[in-house]
T-cell receptor, first 115, second 113 residues
Framework: KAGVTQTPRYLIKTRGQQVTLSCSPI?????VSWYQQTPGQGLQFLFE???????NKGNFPGRFSGRQFSNSRSEMNVSTLELGDSALYLC??????????????FGEGSWLTVV | ELKVEQNPLFLSMQEGKNYTIYCNYS?????LYWYRQDPGKSLESLFV?????AVKQEGRLMASLDTKARLSTLHITAAVHDLSATYFC?????????????FGTGTLLAVQP
């Protein structure tokens, strides 16, 4: 079956711009989470959506936002980009979310470089 | 706040040797995830441990969970070069609607021929 699809895979943006990243979860999965991975901070939770509702948000500024559509596809948006936003953004897909014990599958990620 | 610690952070080992990666976490959880990440790649699910005493094995890797000790181990048997990667453990944040994974710092495994 198809895995978790993230687009775009690579992008370069300028400080102050905004970016939108997209994630299509595995068919039938209703939970989509986003994580940021950097060498300094490791893997950090951004937010989790389930059936179009944001259930959790991590400790990130309001410039980071997201949404989930009725087909479970999700987007995250970062406005007013800063150099420190350069990271690998990973989308995770599961049937019901991390505490359910279902396997959580990750997409290939979107590599964002802010210059 | 849940904290997850892994050790060692870096492990260089020879092919054919055995070793164990440790994952400690600070608050109650009865489930834990292990992932593998190759350089420049995403996270590949290795194991989902769902109860105290759970043990799962896949090839040369075996993971176990002791919820009383808040400890999981990933044991590598007779390492081969293909196992070189970064390994992460992750614990779901405990309680109700809180649904996020807290990741450990990762263990970079380098298997030398």
């Amino acid at each position: 079956k198809a895995g978790v699809t993230q687009t775009p895979r690579y992008l370069i943006k300028t400080r102050g711009q905004q970016v939108t990243l997209s994630c299509s979860p595995i068919s039938g999965h209703r939970s989509v989470s986003w994580y940021q991975q950097t060498p300094g901070q490791g893997l950090q939770f951004l937010f989790e959506y389930f059936s179009e509702t944001q259930r959790n948000k991590g400790n990130f500024p309001g410039r980071f936002s997201g949404r989930q559509f009725s087909n479970s596809r999700s987007e995250m948006n970062v406005s007013t980009l800063e150099l420190g936003d350069s990271a690998l953004y990973l989308c995770a897909s599961s049937l019901a979310g991390p505490y359910s014990g279902n396997t959580i599958y990750f997409g290939e990620g979107s590599w964002l470089t802010v210059v | 706040e849940l904290k997850v610690e892994q050790n060692p952070l870096f492990l260089s080992m020879q092919e054919g040797k055995n070793y164990t990666i440790y994952c400690n976490y600070s608050t109650t959880s009865d489930r834990l995830y292990w992932y593998r990440q190759d350089p420049g790649k995403s996270l590949e699910s290795l194991f989902v441990l769902l109860s105290n005493g759970a043990v799962k094995q896949e090839g040369r890797l075996m993971a176990s969970l002791d919820t009383k000790a808040r400890l999981s181990t990933l044991h590598i048997t007779a390492a081969v070069h293909d196992l070189s990667a970064t390994y992460f453990c992750a614990v779901p944040n405990y309680g109700g609607a809180t649904n996020k994974l807290i990741f450990g710092t990762g263990t970079l495994l380098a298997v030398q021929p």
